[in-house]
């Protein structure tokens, strides 16, 4: 499962307390699509533009290098190699993040580098932007005929992807959120109304909303017009805007039992799940990745 914009601004959040005024020793690119800062203090910074999953974390994995490096890794060294990692910011509810850097030029002069990563499946990209806001070079080089919308080349001026035409869930208040429902007819599924109407909220979370409402995640409009769902989402809001991510492994409990930790559950009488509710965060994410099977609130399963 990529990377959506809520977990990722927990990933963001926890790296950037931990690389920010932090000197790039050495870069690699081990794969076509990852790159890997290498930071004073023995911290890796891995930035992968995959078109499966694409993502930003520290590593301590390592990853062998080709004989000869890529191009971009060697432009990459050639402007940022001896930097200082000045910030590391998301763009709001956007998978974008940009690692502002100052290193110096052939001159000996102090200038301001940006490398942005741009974790959105199938059009991931890795891109370098000069003080002056121009592509210095990327990963993948969309031209005219590739994209009509937005280009991204080598001497054009970097401008952020289109952004969809929806209401972000962070700020939108109770009123215009009520009003938005009483349009809605009473048999109008309630997770897909959240997925056509706010940004940045991937479908499991939109259906863990409305099970936290109304007990089930297949809940349409129902006699409270919309306030145990107000209700659910303003909770979740305020754990966001506090920062208040919880690591969190879901596990399943035949494992347990292969491994003889657990005794085998009853079909009947219990779930072959154990879950606790919560945010992800980067501390988690590889977890979510190896979990394997997750279960929805309504007992749907759904593959990592």
Same mark, same amino acid.
């Given at each position: 499962?990529? $990377?959506?914009a809520i977990?990722?601004?927990a990933?963001?959040r926890?790296t950037?307390? =931990?690389?920010?005024n932090t000197r790039?020793?050495?870069?690699?690119?081990?794969?076509?699509?990852q790159?890997?800062?290498l930071?004073?203090?023995?911290r890796?910074?891995?930035?992968?533009?995959?078109a499966?999953?694409?993502?930003? #974390?520290?590593?301590e994995q $390592?990853?062998?290098?080709?004989?000869?490096?890529?191009m971009?890794? *060697?432009?990459?060294r050639?402007?940022?190699?001896?930097?200082?990692?000045?910030?590391?910011?998301?763009e709001?509810?956007?998978?974008v993040?940009?690692l502002?850097?100052q290193?110096?030029?052939e001159? +000996?002069?102090?200038? =301001?580098?940006?490398?942005?990563l741009e974790? *959105?499946?199938?059009?991931?990209?890795?891109? $370098?932007?000069?003080?002056?806001?121009r592509?210095?070079?990327?990963?993948?080089?969309?031209?005219f005929?590739?994209?009509?919308?937005?280009?991204v080349l080598?001497?054009?001026?970097? #401008?952020?992807?289109?952004? =969809?035409?929806?209401?972000?869930?962070l700020?939108?208040?109770?009123?215009?959120?009520?009003e938005?429902?009483?349009?809605?007819?009473?048999?109008?599924p309630?997770?897909g !109304?959240?997925?056509?109407t706010?940004?940045?909220?991937p479908p499991?979370?939109?259906?863990? $909303?409305?099970?936290a409402a109304? +007990?089930?995640?297949?809940a349409?409009?129902?006699?409270?017009?919309g306030?145990?769902l107000?209700?659910?989402?303003?909770? !979740?809001?305020?754990r966001?805007? +506090?920062g +208040?991510f919880?690591?969190?492994?879901?596990?399943?409990? *035949?494992?347990?039992?292969r491994?003889?930790?657990a005794?085998l559950?009853?079909p009947n009488t219990?779930?072959? !799940?154990?879950?606790k509710p919560s945010?992800?965060s980067?501390?988690? !994410?590889m977890?979510?990745?190896r979990?394997?099977?997750?279960?929805?609130?309504?007992?749907?399963?759904?593959?990592?």
């Amino acid at each position: 499962m990529p $990377l959506d914009a809520i977990c990722l601004s927990a990933v963001v959040r926890e790296t950037a307390a =931990q690389v920010e005024n932090t000197r790039i020793e050495k870069i690699q690119q081990p794969a076509r699509d990852q790159v890997v800062l290498l930071l004073r203090g023995g911290r890796r910074l891995l930035l992968c533009a995959g078109a499966t999953q694409p993502r930003l #974390h520290l590593t301590e994995q $390592l990853r062998d290098n080709p004989s000869q490096p890529p191009m971009f890794c *060697m432009l990459l060294r050639k402007h940022l190699a001896g930097g200082r990692i000045l910030s590391v910011v998301q763009e709001p509810l956007e998978r974008v993040v940009t690692l502002t850097i100052q290193a110096a030029d052939e001159l +000996g002069e102090q200038r =301001q580098w940006r490398l942005i990563l741009e974790a *959105m499946p199938r059009h991931a990209n890795l891109i $370098l932007v000069d003080h002056q806001g121009r592509i210095t070079d990327c990963l993948r080089r969309v031209d005219f005929e590739m994209s009509q919308q937005r280009q991204v080349l080598p001497g054009l001026f970097y #401008h952020l992807p289109p952004r =969809q035409e929806k209401r972000s869930p962070l700020e939108i208040t109770r009123e215009e959120f009520l009003e938005l429902l009483s349009a809605l007819p009473e048999d109008t599924p309630l997770d897909g !109304w959240l997925l056509d109407t706010f940004t940045a909220l991937p479908p499991l979370m939109a259906r863990e $909303l409305v099970c936290a409402a109304y +007990g089930e995640t297949d809940a349409r409009l129902s006699r409270d017009k919309g306030e145990k769902l107000w209700d659910s989402l303003g909770t !979740w809001r305020d754990r966001i805007v +506090g920062g +208040g991510f919880v690591p969190t492994l879901l596990r399943r409990a *035949m494992a347990d039992y292969r491994r003889g930790e657990a005794e085998l559950p009853s079909p009947n009488t219990a779930r072959p !799940w154990s879950r606790k509710p919560s945010i992800p965060s980067a501390g988690c !994410w590889m977890n979510f990745m190896r979990a394997g099977t997750r279960r929805t609130g309504s007992g749907r399963r759904a593959r990592t």
